[in-house]
């Protein structure tokens, strides 16, 4: 080997360790960014979760507090929820949850923890100032029967009546039903389909079945400070007092009257049995059997004049049947939308899956009694039958047939088919209402078209009545009042708001 070869060599020297140090250096540069970029993926992992669980924790403050609405659930709030406009006394209810072990004070604006900066919004629409402590405000704590394990990072919710407000950087009224002239702060109510506006001061005094809306706002803080604001709008629904034992809602009906004499329906109201009861309105006697206008009215009583002295009521006498038009006091349920808004209203009310059948079932597992009263749902046809007895609300989609002795006390709401058929011997009674609306086009009961649309009026009710027995319908409004009380408040608006 030459002298120059071995000086190249020589200068070659070196190079495989320089190689491989650039080589770990880059291998651990490239192991850092990994384990940097995963302790990046795991902190916005964390930071997500921490948020979502501040969120899911508003909304199971606010639905802790829209179930206490109920006036049936427990720790109600029913009887302490505002009736007054924002910046009026007793218009601001907090709710606030205790088991975070803080005594915090939302409607101190400043030198709160947690402060409600939001409800100053709901003062401006009023033309009122926000102010420290805020002008009428209440409170009262979370229910320990809806405690949470792990305890529930909500702080407060705040309930107010909904009012008006003026679209956001314009001086436009922006109204919830778009009727010109009533400015903001006017109050909003619940008509059964859809928000209305009024400046009459209550919603009783633009419709009697008229409900406010309330607007509910829930904080939300998790240890680590994940923060949420959610806010809601909650409405229930005030049903009619059904006007009478037995109402045909709709116009043809068909009543294929029984002959017998011992059966008799009875308008004169007697409220809870005659027993009265807390709730109980006064009584309020209706006509025998309620018609959806007039010519219904006329069919109704050629129908039932064959036995005039079985219908007794409102303007009954021994010679005239008690038949009468009730189509003003139907009210929402004059719709097929009311009626399948009802509909709807009672299944939830009815809960427990185990209370809602499908077609035909061979029992009624609790029927109810009146000290236990029970709401049921059959979603198609079912048949009472025997000496079956049950109290409560019943709804019934598709046929009821009544066959032997069923006596119900109660609510009986055939709804969707429309169709009543009762046969056999035997002594059933009804102490309560019947009401029967069909909501599809043609002839009951097995003549169906195509569903009604929800603004058109209900198609025809149908009851047929053969064989004898004594049977008596016995008016009881006391019924209606209980499905009232039992109705939940449901959330109709969600939003997250800015904290």
């Given at each position: 080997m030459t002298k120059s070869c071995k000086k190249n060599r020589n200068s070659e020297k070196g190079i495989a360790l320089f190689v491989a140090i650039f080589t770990v250096l880059l291998i651990t540069a490239i192991g850092a960014s990994m384990i940097m970029l995963t302790m990046t993926d795991t902190t916005i992992s964390g930071n997500f979760r921490d948020e979502q669980k501040a969120f899911f924790a508003?909304?199971?403050?606010?639905?802790?507090?829209?179930?206490r609405f109920r006036n049936t659930a427990d720790n109600s709030i029913f009887t302490i929820l505002p009736a007054a406009l924002p910046g009026n006394p007793t218009s601001f209810l907090y709710v606030l949850n205790p088991r975070n072990a803080e005594a915090d004070t939302p409607w101190l604006t400043t030198g709160s923890a947690y402060p409600d900066t939001e409800v100053c919004n709901e003062l401006s629409k009023m033309g009122s100032a926000c102010g420290s402590p805020l002008p009428g405000y209440y409170s009262t704590t979370a229910s320990p029967t809806y405690a949470m394990n792990p305890v529930s990072s909500w702080k407060w919710t705040r309930i107010n009546l909904k009012v008006n407000s003026t679209a956001s950087g314009t001086s436009t009224t922006n109204l919830v039903d778009n009727t010109p002239g009533l400015g903001p702060g006017a109050l909003v109510c619940w008509n059964g389909a859809y928000e209305v506006a009024t400046t009459l001061g209550t919603c009783a005094a633009m419709n009697p079945n008229f409900l406010p809306v309330y607007v509910m706002t829930t904080l939300a803080v998790t240890p680590s400070g994940s923060r949420r604001m959610v806010q809601a709008e909650a409405i229930s629904n005030k049903y009619p007092t059904l006007p009478g034992p037995v109402i045909f809602d709709g116009a043809s009906p068909i009543f294929n009257a029984p002959s017998s004499n011992a059966f008799t329906v009875n308008g004169n109201d007697v409220p809870n049995g005659g027993h009265g009861g807390a709730g109980c309105p006064a009584a309020n006697n209706e006509y025998a059997l309620g018609a959806y206008n007039d010519p219904a009215k006329q069919t109704l009583t050629t129908d039932a004049n064959g036995r005039p002295q079985s219908y007794q009521g409102l303007n009954g006498t021994p010679t005239v049947a008690s038949v009468g038009n009730v189509g003003s006091q139907l009210t929402m349920l004059a719709t097929v939308g009311g009626l399948q808004n009802l509909a709807s209203a009672v299944t939830l009310m009815a809960g427990n899956e185990s209370n809602v059948y499908g077609n035909n079932p061979s029992t009624i597992l609790r029927p109810?009694?009146?000290?236990?009263?029970?709401?049921?749902?059959?979603?198609?046809?079912?048949?009472?039958?025997?000496?079956?007895?049950?109290?409560?609300?019943?709804?019934?989609?598709?046929?009821?047939?009544?066959?032997?002795?069923?006596?119900?006390?109660?609510?009986?709401?055939?709804?969707?088919?429309?169709?009543?058929?009762?046969?056999?011997?035997?002594?059933?009674?009804?102490?309560g209402s019947l009401l029967v609306a069909n909501l599809y086009s043609g002839t009951p009961p097995s003549n169906y078209g195509p569903l009604l649309s929800p603004s058109s009026t209900p198609g025809i009710p149908y009851f047929d009545w053969t064989g004898g027995g004594t049977a008596n319908f016995q008016y009881d409004s006391c019924w209606s009042t209980m499905m009232n009380t039992l109705q939940s408040y449901r959330v109709v608006a969600v939003r997250e708001m800015m904290y």
């Open positions: 508003a909304k199971a403050g606010m639905e802790e507090v829209r179930d109810g009694t009146d000290a236990n009263p029970q709401v049921n749902v059959v979603n198609g046809d079912v048949t009472l039958s025997g000496n079956w007895h049950g109290a409560g609300i019943l709804l019934v989609t598709g046929t009821l047939h009544f066959h032997g002795t069923p006596t119900y006390d109660g609510l009986i709401l055939v709804i969707g088919q429309g169709a009543v058929i009762k046969d056999g011997g035997g002594n059933g009674t009804l102490d």
